[in-house]
């Protein structure tokens, strides 16, 4: 059984710039969600796919967009790149929309921002 | 808007002592998740809480969960070099039709010989 896998591991964008992170779900598994980890602190919810759908969304603005594959992979995407954008970016996947059951967390993607 | 607070924020504590970190949160979960974060790292997960009154032990941590009070506790006993990290509970809620993660402010660990 194949885990949750990020790309890239790092990445160094410059303000203003568009970025796009990558994450393939856990074999079996039809749900993914994004948090956001700034320096110091909790992991954040950015949004949930379900399906190919967006299926819930934290407090982002819209220029974090997202999208989910056929094949149930996912990505993120950062327009307008801001110094405060950097942070550690973790997906995780489960099944049937995450409720009652376990997210797993991939390794993560370590986004500056200069 | 659901709050999860834990406490400390920080934590010193020297080989082999006990110690017992607490995570409060504000709205009604009956699922509560402690996760463990090495420098850099991603999440691992140590224990899901899934009833008031779940008790779960491994090795020298046990966590628990009172849903009535709104609190969960991780225990630390012995403690050891290699328990140094920072912890998080997460609680889950319904977000709309999702199901999202609202993680606590962390508790970092350092153990000392």
């Known amino acids: 059984e194949t885990g949750v896998t990020q790309s890239p591991t790092h990445l160094i964008k410059t303000r203003g710039q568009q970025v796009t992170l990558r994450c393939s779900s856990q074999?079996?598994?039809?749900?993914v969600s994004w948090y956001q980890q700034a320096l110091g602190q909790g992991p954040q919810f950015i949004f949930q796919?379900?399906?190919?759908?967006?299926?819930g969304r934290g407090n982002f603005p819209p220029r974090f967009s997202g999208l989910q594959f056929p094949n149930y992979s996912s990505e993120l995407n950062v327009n307008a790149l801001e110094l405060d954008d950097s942070a550690l970016y973790l997906c995780?996947?489960?099944?049937?929309?995450?409720?009652?059951?376990?997210?797993?967390f991939g390794p993560g993607t370590r986004l500056t921002v200069t | 808007e659901l709050k999860v607070e834990q406490n400390p924020l920080f934590l010193s504590m020297q080989e082999g002592k006990n110690y017992t970190i607490y995570c409060n949160y504000s709205t009604t979960s009956d699922r509560l998740y402690w996760y463990r974060q090495d420098p850099g790292k991603s999440l691992e997960s140590l224990f899901v809480?899934?009833?008031?009154?779940a008790v779960k032990q491994e090795g020298r941590l046990m966590a628990s969960l009172d849903t009535k009070a709104r609190l969960s506790t991780l225990h630390i006993t012995a403690a050891v070099h290699d328990l140094s990290a920072t912890y998080f509970c997460?609680?889950?809620?319904?977000?709309?039709?999702?199901?999202?993660?609202?993680f606590g402010t962390g508790t970092r660990l350092q153990v000392t010989l």
């Open positions: 997460a609680v889950v809620l319904r977000h709309g039709t999702a199901s999202k993660l609202t």
């Open positions: 995780a996947s489960s099944l049937e929309g995450g409720f009652g059951y376990e997210q797993y």
């Open positions: 796919y379900y399906r190919e759908e967006e299926n």
């Open positions: 809480l899934l009833s008031n009154g």
């Open positions: 074999s079996g598994h039809n749900t």
